[in-house]
């Protein structure tokens, strides 16, 4: 059974950091990509970023390029997303997500095919 569980999320005032961190329970952590998504609030989810097995790859949204960084630990079977420079916009429901890349050369696009429930991130003004 995969399950990925999420957590790091909080309220925060604009300008400030925080850490996601997201366990992955399964065997394949060390082989699969992974990504973040968010969902704000009457909004489609979208892609945050997301990394290649490797770590080598990674790929960030327009959105959050030079302020959140992704990362993974294979020992720890754990991703995270650090986010500094928040803004209220970046307000949502985040995610991660066990993915599968389109293709062998690029972490993105990918499809995700498991997910974690969620963490609430408030970016306060």
């Known amino acids: 059974q995969v399950q990925l569980a999420e957590s790091g999320g909080g309220v925060v005032e604009s300008g400030g950091s925080l850490k996601l961190s997201c366990v992955v329970t399964?065997?394949?952590?060390?082989?699969?990509?992974m990504a973040w998504y968010r969902q704000a609030p009457g909004k489609e989810r979208e892609i945050v970023s997301a990394?290649?097995?490797?770590?080598?790859?990674?790929y960030y949204a327009d959105s959050v390029k030079g302020r959140f960084t992704i990362s993974r630990d294979i020992v720890k079977n754990t991703v995270y997303l650090q986010m500094s420079s928040l803004r209220v916009e970046d307000t949502a429901v985040y995610s991660c997500?066990?993915?599968?890349?389109?293709?062998?050369?690029?972490?993105?696009?990918?499809?995700?095919?498991?997910w974690g429930q969620g963490t609430q991130v408030t970016v306060s003004s």
């Open positions: 997500a066990v993915g599968l890349p389109h293709s062998t050369t690029s972490v993105y696009p990918l499809r995700p095919i498991y």
């Open positions: 990394i290649s097995r490797t770590g080598e790859n990674t």
């Open positions: 399964r065997r394949t952590f060390n082989t699969d990509a």
